[in-house]
């Protein structure tokens, strides 16, 4: 029905950057919020970001004023930009999605996850 595929993960050093990406494809009738979600080894999954339809941004404490979030609502992706990482940000990042769908109403869905790795 709606599938979500990351891209943009990989191994990066401590005070670098990576940019992650996400899109959206499927019998989608609208999109709510989307966000990012972390899990690292050992740990519960947690929130990293999340963007409302219209554009209102909450992000979790831990990557305030590193991470930057966007969408695109015509192209049905979106983004997360993250600068200055460090070595806790190791995790696989999963992108999710609240979507409105033909024909089945309102789900939660989820890509397979990206994995991003912090070390010199």
């Known amino acids: 029905q709606v599938q979500l595929v990351e891209s943009g993960g990989g191994l990066v050093q401590p005070g670098g950057s990576l940019r992650l990406s996400c899109t959206a494809s499927g019998s989608i009738l609208s999109i709510n919020t989307m966000g990012w979600y972390r899990q690292a080894p050992g740990k519960e999954r947690e929130l990293v970001a999340v963007?409302?339809?219209?554009?209102?941004?909450n992000y979790a404490d831990s990557v305030k004023g590193r991470f930057t979030t966007s969408r695109d609502n015509a192209k049905k992706t979106v983004a997360l930009q993250m600068n200055s990482l460090k070595p806790e940000g190791t995790a696989v990042y999963y992108c999710?999605?609240?979507?409105?769908?033909?024909?089945?109403?309102?789900?939660?869905?989820w890509g397979q996850g990206t994995q991003v790795t912090v070390s010199s």
């Open positions: 999710q999605a609240d979507v409105s769908v033909w024909y089945v109403g309102r789900r939660s869905y």
């Open positions: 963007i409302s339809a219209g554009g209102n941004i």
